[in-house]
Protein backbone atom coordinates (compact mmCIF):
# COMPACT_ATOMS: atom_id res chain seq x y z
CA UNK A 1 0.00 0.00 0.00
CA UNK A 2 2.83 2.66 0.79
CA UNK A 3 4.55 1.57 -2.38
CA UNK A 4 0.79 2.89 -4.35
CA UNK A 5 1.30 6.07 -2.08
CA UNK A 6 4.50 7.17 -2.85
CA UNK A 7 4.04 6.38 -6.83
CA UNK A 8 0.39 8.39 -6.72
CA UNK A 9 2.76 11.41 -5.05
CA UNK A 10 5.66 10.94 -7.14
CA UNK A 11 3.34 10.80 -10.60
CA UNK A 12 1.13 14.39 -9.39
CA UNK A 13 4.71 15.87 -8.13
CA UNK A 14 6.06 14.93 -11.81
CA UNK A 15 2.91 16.57 -13.37
CA UNK A 16 2.74 19.71 -11.14
CA UNK A 17 6.50 20.61 -11.46
CA UNK A 18 5.64 19.96 -14.99
CA UNK A 19 2.99 22.09 -15.98
CA UNK A 20 4.70 24.71 -13.75
CA UNK A 21 7.98 24.45 -16.12
CA UNK A 22 5.99 24.78 -18.91
CA UNK A 23 3.99 27.38 -18.10
CA UNK A 24 7.58 29.62 -17.08
CA UNK A 25 9.08 28.58 -20.18
CA UNK A 26 5.73 29.41 -22.57
CA UNK A 27 5.19 32.89 -20.59
CA UNK A 28 8.57 33.76 -19.61
CA UNK A 29 9.74 36.96 -21.59
CA UNK A 30 13.06 39.83 -21.37
CA UNK A 31 11.81 41.65 -18.30
CA UNK A 32 13.15 44.44 -19.92
CA UNK A 33 10.63 44.64 -22.63
CA UNK A 34 8.11 46.08 -20.17
CA UNK A 35 7.40 48.78 -17.36
CA UNK A 36 6.36 45.60 -14.77
CA UNK A 37 7.15 42.52 -15.51
CA UNK A 38 4.78 39.92 -16.57
CA UNK A 39 6.16 36.79 -14.20
CA UNK A 40 5.09 36.20 -10.50
CA UNK A 41 6.05 33.18 -8.35
CA UNK A 42 4.98 33.07 -4.72
CA UNK A 43 5.46 30.69 -2.17
CA UNK A 44 2.37 29.85 -0.06
CA UNK A 45 1.93 28.51 3.70
CA UNK A 46 -1.31 27.60 5.31
CA UNK A 47 -3.76 24.96 6.21
CA UNK A 48 -6.18 22.84 4.59
CA UNK A 49 -9.70 21.58 6.46
CA UNK A 50 -11.23 18.86 4.40
CA UNK A 51 -13.61 18.32 6.91
CA UNK A 52 -15.08 14.79 5.93
CA UNK A 53 -11.46 13.57 5.59
CA UNK A 54 -9.04 15.39 7.50
CA UNK A 55 -6.99 18.23 7.71
CA UNK A 56 -2.80 19.69 7.48
CA UNK A 57 -0.58 22.02 7.28
CA UNK A 58 -0.32 23.15 3.61
CA UNK A 59 2.56 24.23 1.12
CA UNK A 60 3.03 25.69 -2.11
CA UNK A 61 4.31 27.19 -5.43
CA UNK A 62 2.34 29.45 -7.58
CA UNK A 63 3.59 31.14 -10.70
CA UNK A 64 1.65 34.04 -12.72
CA UNK A 65 2.66 35.04 -16.47
CA UNK A 66 0.27 38.33 -16.37
CA UNK A 67 -1.42 38.39 -19.82
CA UNK A 68 -2.92 42.18 -19.36
CA UNK A 69 -4.27 44.02 -16.59
CA UNK A 70 -7.28 41.86 -16.05
CA UNK A 71 -5.89 38.32 -16.66
CA UNK A 72 -2.57 36.15 -15.42
CA UNK A 73 -2.55 32.70 -16.16
CA UNK A 74 -0.06 30.01 -14.20
CA UNK A 75 0.25 27.07 -12.17
CA UNK A 76 -0.56 26.20 -8.77
CA UNK A 77 1.28 22.97 -7.12
CA UNK A 78 0.43 22.97 -3.09
CA UNK A 79 0.83 19.75 -0.63
CA UNK A 80 -1.08 19.28 2.31
CA UNK A 81 0.73 17.11 5.39
CA UNK A 82 -1.15 15.32 8.12
CA UNK A 83 -4.32 13.33 8.15
CA UNK A 84 -4.86 14.89 4.28
CA UNK A 85 -1.75 13.57 3.31
CA UNK A 86 -2.26 15.01 -0.56
CA UNK A 87 -0.81 16.93 -3.33
CA UNK A 88 -2.80 19.22 -5.52
CA UNK A 89 -1.64 20.54 -9.14
CA UNK A 90 -3.78 23.16 -10.68
CA UNK A 91 -4.29 25.53 -13.80
CA UNK A 92 -5.25 28.49 -12.88
CA UNK A 93 -6.45 32.16 -14.13
CA UNK A 94 -6.32 34.78 -11.85
CA UNK A 95 -8.53 37.98 -12.23
CA UNK A 96 -6.82 40.95 -11.42
CA UNK A 97 -10.64 42.81 -10.32
CA UNK A 98 -8.08 45.77 -8.40
CA UNK A 99 -4.34 46.06 -8.67
CA UNK A 100 -4.60 44.23 -5.52
CA UNK A 101 -7.73 42.21 -5.49
CA UNK A 102 -7.31 38.34 -7.45
CA UNK A 103 -10.42 36.01 -8.18
CA UNK A 104 -8.64 32.79 -8.53
CA UNK A 105 -9.59 29.95 -10.11
CA UNK A 106 -9.15 26.77 -12.41
CA UNK A 107 -9.42 22.96 -12.73
CA UNK A 108 -6.83 20.88 -11.28
CA UNK A 109 -5.92 17.28 -9.89
CA UNK A 110 -5.26 16.08 -6.34
CA UNK A 111 -3.55 13.00 -5.59
CA UNK A 112 -3.57 11.09 -2.26
CA UNK A 113 -2.74 8.07 -0.74
CA UNK A 114 -5.68 6.21 -1.97
CA UNK A 115 -7.72 8.23 -4.31
CA UNK A 116 -7.37 11.08 -7.50
CA UNK A 117 -10.01 13.31 -7.77
CA UNK A 118 -10.41 16.47 -10.16
CA UNK A 119 -10.42 19.69 -8.20
CA UNK A 120 -11.69 23.19 -8.78
CA UNK A 121 -10.67 25.79 -7.45
CA UNK A 122 -12.29 29.20 -6.47
CA UNK A 123 -10.21 31.50 -4.35
CA UNK A 124 -9.66 35.20 -3.57
CA UNK A 125 -6.49 36.92 -2.68
CA UNK A 126 -5.02 40.47 -1.77
CA UNK A 127 -1.64 41.21 -2.87
CA UNK A 128 0.34 43.72 -0.77
CA UNK A 129 3.07 44.88 -3.04
CA UNK A 130 6.39 46.42 -2.85
CA UNK A 131 9.43 46.90 -5.24
CA UNK A 132 8.55 44.02 -7.18
CA UNK A 133 7.62 41.76 -3.95
CA UNK A 134 4.03 40.14 -2.75
CA UNK A 135 2.49 39.66 0.33
CA UNK A 136 -0.22 38.04 -0.13
CA UNK A 137 -3.58 36.22 2.21
CA UNK A 138 -5.27 33.80 1.01
CA UNK A 139 -8.74 32.12 1.12
CA UNK A 140 -10.02 29.19 -1.41
CA UNK A 141 -12.77 26.69 -2.01
CA UNK A 142 -11.63 23.12 -3.63
CA UNK A 143 -14.40 21.45 -4.75
CA UNK A 144 -13.32 17.60 -5.46
CA UNK A 145 -15.48 16.12 -7.82
CA UNK A 146 -18.01 13.41 -6.03
CA UNK A 147 -15.97 14.33 -3.10
CA UNK A 148 -16.90 17.62 -1.60
CA UNK A 149 -14.97 20.95 -1.15
CA UNK A 150 -12.27 21.94 1.02
CA UNK A 151 -10.81 25.06 2.73
CA UNK A 152 -7.46 26.40 1.86
CA UNK A 153 -6.46 29.39 3.97
CA UNK A 154 -2.74 31.02 4.11
CA UNK A 155 0.37 33.42 3.25
CA UNK A 156 2.00 33.79 0.11
CA UNK A 157 5.45 35.33 -0.36
CA UNK A 158 6.58 36.39 -4.00
CA UNK A 159 8.76 38.42 -6.54
CA UNK A 160 7.85 39.08 -10.08
CA UNK A 161 10.91 38.46 -12.38
Avoid: C, W
Avoid at 17 to 37: C, M, P, Y
Amino acid sequence: MKTIRLNSHRLGLKHGLLLLILSVQAFSTNASEHEHSPNHISLFIGHTDFSEHGNGETVGIDYEYRVSPLLGLGSVVEYAFGSLDALTVLAVADIHITNEFIIQVGPGYEYTSEHEFFVSRLGALYEFRYNGYTVSPQFHFDYHEGVGSSKVAGLAVGFDF
